[in-house]
């Protein structure tokens, strides 16, 4: 014989409107993931944008180019612009071969700076 039992609990309705995004100040930050490595050794290059189109990540050891090298980057490693929304990943699985300060450099969607230009060092020992 079934019987009734009455639950107990709660319901929360919401909505969610990114609307007033737009209005917030670009942001962006960066880290490398491990930033101590041995040379050739896989890293994973972290982003974290707001209000920003496009990031580009160069390096300035003159020595580690990007696979294949983007057009122009006679001065080192260059990822070219990379469409950004949210958070990405930029894997490297052949990492560097030496000590590298990375740049990124945040743009607008006409591919104007912004003025945010966080670093980050890799040291490979």
């Known amino acids: 014989m ?12 919401a909505s969610y409107t990114p609307t007033g995004d737009a209005l917030l100040a670009p942001e962006a930050s960066f880290v490398a993931v491990p930033t101590l490595v041995a040379p050739h050794q896989p890293l994973t290059l972290v982003f974290t ?4 189109a496009y990031v580009r990540i160069t390096g300035n050891n003159l020595v580690d180019y990007q696979t294949p090298p983007t ?26 071969t ?8 945040a743009y607008d969607s006409s591919f104007t700076p912004l003025g945010l230009t966080p670093t980050q060092t890799i040291t490979v020992t």
């Open 49 to 52: 944008t707001l209000n920003v």
């Open 71 to 96: 057009p122009g980057s006679l001065s080192g490693f260059d990822t070219g612009f990379i469409s950004s929304s949210g958070t990405g990943l930029y894997p490297l699985s052949l990492g560097f």
């Open 2 to 13: 079934a019987t009734d039992v009455p639950l107990v609990g709660f319901s929360l309705i």
């Open 98 to 105: 030496a000590t590298i300060l990375l740049t990124l450099t």
